[in-house]
């Protein structure tokens, strides 16, 4: 039984074949209408998200199957003390997949241990989020038309943000990918994923904390609101939030082809009037992560695809 708690449990041939499935779906959806029929998914959400949950119960429906689940931690056992083991252990008697989202860093790969049924990582505190990263793998694909030779602007958030966390370890297994990464000093990438992920494999990076800098050498620019609700302190959140704030007059310096990428929710980092531009790419990024979580429910639950 496979299980999805990192990016990297996928080899690169594996994602492929899930952005290639995904990609199909979004020609052909009426093919795969009923090929979860008989199968439900569960949502276990310990932690507030729209699109994540949403996302996965479309997607389910949209392969005919059912859905069940809580969207907080208030409305489940969890709040009359029950582990997480024990919650899974329970869930698994009523569905067939689950993905659970929860605020401690390695809460769904304990679940993943003792589960009779695939487990998705739907995020774990700052630390990864992997289905969102199939969403961007498969966005920058389908606009770019590649995965390799590109510049990557990462903004905002980059020591508590778990997307961007997971979307590096994705990428610096293609050729030639670099990265710019944009933060205030407070808000710098943690030093793992620097150390064990960027400089381990020899990938080109720099650690800037100017956008206008930045921007006029990227092939895709990919914005996060900052964390607010990991950090310690309200004053600190108040001085950092409105840091970044992507406007048409910054837009003007980047290259007609680049791509605004964002996992959503955006708070003030990217100006309304972005939105028009025909390089704000973010709400086609929403579609493109229900197609892709379809993609990936196949495969979890091995369902024999249709020709
Ligand atoms: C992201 C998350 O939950 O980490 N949202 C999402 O799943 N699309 C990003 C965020 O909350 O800032």
Redesign the pocket.
Known sequence: MRHLMSPLDLSVPELEKILDLASDIEKNPKKYAHTCDDKRLATLFYEP?T??RLSFEAAMMNLGGKVLGFSSADSSSAAKGETVADTIRVVSCYADICAMRHPKEGAPLVASMVSNIPVINA?DGGHQ?PT?TLTDLLTIRSLKGRLDNLTIGLCGDLKF???VHSLIEALVRYQNVKFVLISPEELRIPSYIREDVLKKNNIEFVEVERLEDAIPDLDILYM??V?KERFFNEEDYVRMKDFYILDNQKLSLAKDDMYILH???RVNEIAVEVDKDPRAAYFKQVQYGVYVRMALILTLLEVELPC
Do not use: A, N, V
């Open positions: 998200s699109r994540t995020g989020h969102q943000g778990r997307t996060t609101r964390q996992p959503l929710p």
